[in-house]
């Protein structure tokens, strides 16, 4: 009777108590577990056990809150919407303060797209004109370009056999670009004499980038004279706008 007396009392475990502060591993004896309320109004449980903390969270509401990683190795099944706050994606365009700008005949120039309409994650500069990728990924953007029919007494002036190119650059965002930068491509060719005439052109595609590598956009044209980008007052005429396709 006594050994199974002493036997109870050594198998009791302490009652779990309810702390002020975040607990630590410093804070709690080895086997110990507490309750913490956050300021979020969230109970946590923590338990010290060889050396380590461990912790796991609780909600009335019946959410479940994954501080880091969550690992699945089967599928993951939604019977509900997935909601992805800061997942890359953006929006721009030219601003009428940056219509009309000027395309040197044979240059590559950085198209300015200086105004957002959205920028989910804050990975697009509208002072450089570039998104920067924040995960190594599979990309897609989409630019268009419109170009002024009638800017000054040569805009809009093509003879055929020219050409006018959309390029999508990485990691080039100079005034002239590089050509051995470019990664898309869209070429648009003219087969008549033309005079005074806006020129639209787009180009499309996914593209495999780093973490760190940037994506601008340039135009080449090889009329013989400067032609000017026409941004007005929509946005739908020169714009960029891009989103992560997958994380790699």
Known sequence: MIREVRRTQNSKQDKIQVVKSQPSVNSLREGQEVIYISKSNRLERYRKEKGRLWVSYMDTDNNYTVNKDLNVGGNLNLSNKLITRNYPAFASNQSTSADGQALTSGNNPTIHFDEKSYDNGNNFNASNY???????????????????????????????????????????????????????????????????????????????????????????????VTQSTYADTSSTFTAFTGHLVCAL
């Not at 003879?159 to 100079?174: C, H, V």
């Open 130 to 224: 570039s998104f920067t990728a924040p995960y190594n990924g599979i990309y897609h953007f989409n630019a268009r370009i419109l170009l002024d029919g009638d800017n000054d007494g040569d805009s809009g002036d093509y003879d055929a056999g020219e050409q006018m190119q959309i390029r999508l650059n990485k990691n080039d965002r100079t005034a002239n670009a590089d050509t051995s930068k470019v990664i898309i491509i869209s070429r648009f060719f003219i087969f008549t004499d033309l005079e005074d005439k806006f020129m639209y052109n787009t180009v499309a595609g996914d593209i495999k980038l780093d973490a760190g590598d940037y994506v601008s956009v340039s135009v080449f044209q090889n009329s013989g």
